[in-house]
């Protein structure tokens, strides 16, 4: 019977239809079962706060420990660090000792061998005795951090690889930018002149320039942004879909507030009149550049679950402090648990259809984003095609940074089947670029029974056959 199709098909005698069906497999669709579980994902989610020292006498520096990392993984789910390096010693001093970037350069691999990735920050101060803060606070003038970035670009391009974002620090107390000897009066911090924005953008130049361009920079104010790179408040001064990624300061610049839900105008974080303009402008922009930061002081209601929960989502958080402020988030109950879940981006399959005809596969999926944001920094979209003998992997054209909140999205590939015949499992693997050799730090779904952990794929439960 086959020769008989085959010879009709040849001469034309068989339908279209019945012609096509003598070449290829039936489609096979699969649905999948959302999870609600809390697990680790790179890159979004609570964070834990480090920082470390580094004084005149060369004393202060805590190094990280890799046991206390990974315990972070696999005990909380948290995949991710604050380190705040302090540059106590070289505020007054322009080269930084080699021994100093040596540690630093540990740190990191560290955090690597630890499986974690790095919210990066520098700094020269913390605040003296009293409030407000006495002065000098101790930070450096423009000239000097300049040479600083410079010496340290080396460890920062290294070390992209587990640097998940860098915050602009360097000027002011905590590396936060307003109580500060160089950058603003220092008897009245809200006095910022022209000159003073000159080197403040000159210092967050230097260090967009210092990072890889799929890197970005966190600033602390939405105004820092818009009056460093002259773009107005509200929705109009924001990024669009046709800005984002293009390599440009706009968008590589997001955002951190170190403040959050503390007051109407999160402790000076917003400064439009009405406040409403810059809130527009972070929820419009984070659809493309990161948000994060950590709570400042219990202020009910708007520091309760509820308006909480709403803000994170509106503006796109994608990862909080654990660590502070601890009254806040324990008023949240059990639905801290949710905010595990949600920070971020949370990726799930919703169905999927693969076909093998003619040489090629077609598959086709929907992955729906439950999550506050999306991922800010790039992943890789493979198709994995799996037996006990062969694994082949296919790169296909997509982003999960366009993934966006709240949408499902439609994915369409038509690949070459594997070039070896025999029956394959259909996975999904979405690796970091810098890291795809390393599972953990590839992106987990949702789902029920899809995740392999000792190789980062997803399991699309979809066989298909290569004759």
Known sequence: MRRLVTALAAIGLLLPTQAAMAHEAPATARTYTTSDEVFANPERGFYHHTETHYKADNTGYVPLDVTTLRNFRTQEHITQILRVFYLEKFASRDVIDKQYLDLVRADFRTARAAGVK???????????????????????????????IQQLTPVLRQNADVIEVVQSGFVGLWGEGYYTDHFSNPQDPSQVSDQNWADRKAVTDALLKALPKDRMIQVRTPYMKQR???????????????????????????????????????????????????????????????????????????????????????????????DYNKDVLGSWGANIEVAKQKLGYRFALTESTVTS????????????????????????????????????????????????????TNLDWKVAAPPVPGKYRVLLNLPDPLLSSRPEYSIRLANVGTWQPSTGYNDLQQTVTIG
Not at 302 to 314: L, Y
Not at 388 to 396: E, I, S
Not at 398 to 408: E, Q
């Open 118 to 148: 790095v919210i990066v920050r520098f700094a020269y101060a913390l605040p003296g005795a009293g409030w407000p803060p006495p002065t000098p606070y101790g930070d450096a003038p423009v000239a000097r951090v300049l040479k600083h």
């Open 228 to 322: 460093m790179y002259d773009v107005p408040t509200g929705t109009e001064g924001a990024l669009t879909a046709e800005q984002a990624y293009d390599g440009s300061p706009p968008a590589r610049i997001g955002h951190h507030n170190d403040c959050f839900l503390a007051s109407p105008d999160d402790f000076g974080t917003y400064l439009s009149d009405p406040i409403e303009l810059d809130k527009d402008f972070v929820a419009q922009d984070t659809n493309y550049v990161p948000e994060g930061g950590e709570t400042c002081t219990v202020n009910p209601p708007r520091s309760e679950w509820e308006s909480a929960s709403a803000e994170m989502a509106r503006l796109h958080f994608s990862y909080l402090n654990t």
């Open 357 to 408: 005809r003619r040489g090629k596969v077609e598959v086709a999926l929907q992955v729906r984003n439950d999550g506050w944001a999306a991922p800010y920094n790039p992943h890789q979209v493979q198709l994995i095609f799996q037996n006990a003998k062969h694994t082949f992997k296919v790169d296909v054209p997509a982003d999960p940074r366009r993934w966006g909140s709240g949408t499902t």
